[in-house]
């Protein structure tokens, strides 16, 4: 299956081509990554993936998009890139996947060689953080504590026990922690063993905050 990955939940936004290849072998055709203002550019960045690829976009089989937790616009871009093109792909019923960003941090956290018991945290603003354990070694990856919302103190007393963190920009609030983004090549192998597609509507972004909405305040009325 061919596979186009969109990972625009963190800082570093990427998109990658990957296949599946000869027997176990799982192929990375191009990887694009930007960071910065440039990033915005999602079209340019799928347009360039594609070419080094030298893949047209109907022989996309698949869009596999990181759902975050992370940059909310970020997230919400790839999410109707995803939804547009499927719904544009007609008959050929485009596959599509939401895959957690989380998983895919700890999958390259893994792939980069670390081993153990290993703590994904991204910032989540307000003074909060999203964190996951999971324990990693060379054949195999696991989640052994959920995502959750967690307070600053809570992933300082982690570090303090010798836990191992990683994330996009842990090093802003952690002094040993090692910073990994989510990569979009990364991302489209977790999608190859993957087969719980959905349809267009059924992506929605990780947030684990409750919606509060503010009754707004009466209209005042001003002197003229």
């Not at 910065?36 to 993936?49: C, R």
């Not at 089989?61 to 547009?84: F, K, V």
């Not at 054949?139 to 996009?168: C, F, H, N, T, Y």
Request: glycine share 10%; with cysteine; hydrophobic share 45%.
């Amino acid at each position: 299956m061919k596979i186009l990955a969109v990972e625009f939940s963190s800082p570093q936004r990427s998109v990658a081509v990957v296949q599946t290849g000869s027997g176990a072998a799982n192929l990375c055709l191009s990887e694009v990554i930007h960071t910065g203002p440039q990033s915005a550019n999602a079209l340019g960045m799928i347009a360039d993936a594609l070419r080094q690829a030298q893949m047209e976009r109907d022989q996309i089989e698949c869009l596999a998009i990181g759902l975050g937790p992370g940059s909310y616009n970020g997230i919400r871009s790839a999410i109707a890139l995803a939804q547009g093109w499927q719904l544009a792909s007609g008959d050929r019923a485009l596959k599509l996947l939401g895959i957690s960003s989380a998983e895919c941090i700890a999958a390259q956290a893994q792939a980069e060689g670390l081993s153990g018991r290993v703590e994904v945290v991204i910032d989540a603003q307000r003074n909060e953080f999203y964190l996951a354990g999971y324990q990693i070694d060379t054949a195999v990856r696991s989640e052994i504590d959920p995502l959750r919302l967690v307070a600053l103190a809570d992933v300082q007393a982690r570090e303090k026990a010798g836990g191992m963190i990683v994330g996009p920009e842990v090093s802003k609030w952690f002094s040993g922690g090692r910073v990994i983004f989510p990569r979009a090549t990364t991302l489209g192998r977790l999608a190859l063993a993957r087969t719980d597609f959905v349809p267009g509507e059924k992506l929605e972004p990780i947030y684990l905050r409750e919606t509060n909405f503010v009754k707004a305040p009466p209209p005042r009325n001003i002197p003229s």
